[in-house]
């Protein structure tokens, strides 16, 4: 059975006392989490070393790198390698955020190089897939994210594939305010492991987690992740709010 996963993107936000603080609420709330399921903080790489305290006795909750560079070593300044992140101890990166596709013009070649240095030191990849406004318009999200999926991620075989979380982000619904319907964010989940089916076979698919990242909150958490092909969310501005993302790892199923 595939794993539901809650998983808080912090962005660039929080000082570290506030996220101590921030992450000490929501722990004081979630004293556990079941197998099967998974709480992900997605925190700026500067807390990462002084979080990692926090969570490292928790059952089934980690820290996650927010990004990672696509080559393993160099005169990159500014860049944090994946061995930096595996010579800490985290255990999780984001891959493809939107933000970081856009502002940062991460082509899918690249975003594959980082999947596989990733997977290299078994460090779990969040890949991040999703359209923005004008191809949700022009009715073409389906190939523009099937695309997303074959050159970052069928270079694959699929033991590597099975260790990959995928979360779909419909761009336009990323900060402002717009929510995909639950409808439409299973109709994507189920084409996206229809595309991966089709390449690695039913039941690969099967065991993909698949998270809807597109201003999931604790309101509307439930009917999301009661979707068949949502398996929980990658949340942005309601992952700092403590109340707000504790009713979002309550959601899960």
């Known amino acids: 059975m595939r794993k539901q996963i809650a998983a808080a993107n912090w962005k660039m936000n929080k000082t570290l006392e506030d996220g101590k603080t921030l992450l000490g609420e929501i722990l004081g709330a979630v004293s556990s989490v079941p197998n099967g399921q998974e709480v992900i903080f997605a925190v700026p790489f500067p807390y990462l ?66 999947v596989n240095l990733c997977l290299g030191k078994e460090i779990t990849p969040i890949f991040c897939c999703g359209e923005p406004l004008d191809i949700r318009e022009a009715g073409t999200q389906n190939q523009y994210v099937e695309l997303q999926l074959q050159e970052s991620l069928f270079h694959l075989d699929a033991a590597a594939l099975q260790k990959v979380v995928i979360a779909y982000e ?84």
């Not at 082509?107 to 980082?114: E, F, P």
């Not at 009661?226 to 790892?249: C, K, N, R, W």
Request: glycine letters at 10%.
């Open 49 to 114: 070393y002084p979080l990692q305290s926090l969570v490292q006795d928790k059952a089934n909750m980690f820290l996650s790198a927010q990004n990672c560079h696509h080559k393993t070593s160099g005169a990159y300044t500014g860049e944090v390698a994946v061995d930096m992140l595996d010579s800490i101890g985290i255990k999780h990166c984001v891959v493809g955020h939107s933000e970081r596709r856009e502002y940062f013009a991460e082509s899918n070649a690249v975003l594959a190089d980082k």
């Open 170 to 253: 419909p761009i336009w619904a990323i900060g402002t305010g717009k929510t995909a319907s639950s409808a439409q964010a299973q109709e994507m989940h189920a084409h996206l492991r229809s595309v991966l089916a089709g390449k690695y076979g039913t039941e690969i698919a099967a065991e993909i987690s698949i998270l809807y990242g597109g201003s999931v909150k604790g309101a509307n958490a439930v009917e999301l992740f009661s979707q068949p092909d949502v398996d929980g969310g990658l949340v942005g501005g309601a992952s700092l709010v403590a109340q707000e993302f504790v009713q979002i790892i309550q959601a899960l199923k």
